[in-house]
């Protein structure tokens, strides 16, 4: 059977942020060109003949953003045959977790005419098939949670444990029981409770502070876990 194909492979990156003041955010670039000039989209482009996918969405973000990340986790594949206006292009979604304070100074290049970070209930429109990527990189950040350990990459090296849980409540977007949180987050041993106090507030006595384990956040990141919140 004769076969005739003429399909490009590109990369996106679905990369969310985190800050105590403004919670869950996602890096967006202004596009600069047609199609969707000036329109909000997720950092991404093709893939040269030479890299691979993981070398490709890396150096994507750097280049729209001036965002490097060490890790990112493959998503899923999109493949729609109108997904693009242009031609058939296949994109391979990645999705990685950063600590947003880290990377407030953004550098758009190439393909970006500006970057930004958008609160994650505050979007803008968003171009190609993006809204449908964003939306299935959310299910699987929240369904994360229940198999492995969060935080690592996004709370302070010393923390107090409100800080946690506030992450935690932004990922899932509701409110958390705090005493039942507690309890399991603790019993997974995760945790080391340190002999400082937080930083008074003002609202009765600072509690201590506390730093992940990561002996043991590593070994739950490989072999996985049971959390339901």
Do not use: C
């Not at 039942?180 to 003002?202: C, H, P, Q, R, Y």
């Amino acid at each position: 059977m004769k076969r005739t194909q003429n399909i490009e492979i590109a990369v996106d990156a679905i990369v969310f942020g985190y800050n105590k003041e403004d919670g869950v955010r996602l890096l967006l670039i202004k596009r600069k060109y047609d199609p969707f000039k000036g329109e909000w989209a997720i950092p991404g482009g093709f893939v040269l003949d030479n890299e691979s996918l993981e070398n490709a969405v890396e150096r994507e973000l750097q280049e729209e953003t001036g965002v490097k990340i060490n890790y990112l986790e493959q998503l899923y594949t999109f493949g729609k045959p109108d997904r693009d206006p242009r031609r058939r292009i296949i994109s391979v979604a990645y999705f990685g977790l950063v600590k947003s304070s880290q990377f407030e100074k953004l550098n758009a290049a190439t393909d970006a005419e500006e970057a930004q970070w958008f609160n994650i209930k505050e979007l803008p429109k968003l171009a190609f098939d993006h809204q449908e990527i964003l939306k299935i990189a959310i299910e699987r950040l929240r369904a994360k949670i229940t198999y492995q350990p969060i935080g690592f990459e996004l709370l302070e090296q010393k923390f107090p444990f409100s800080d946690l849980e506030h992450l935690y409540a932004a990922l899932l977007d509701r409110a958390i029981d705090r005493r039942n949180f507690k309890k399991k987050v603790m019993s997974l041993g995760i945790l080391e409770e340190l002999d400082e106090k937080a930083k008074s507030t003002g609202a009765g006595r600072p509690g201590n502070l506390f730093q992940f384990n990561k002996t043991t956040y590593s070994r739950l990141l490989k072999e996985g876990m049971h959390f339901e919140i």
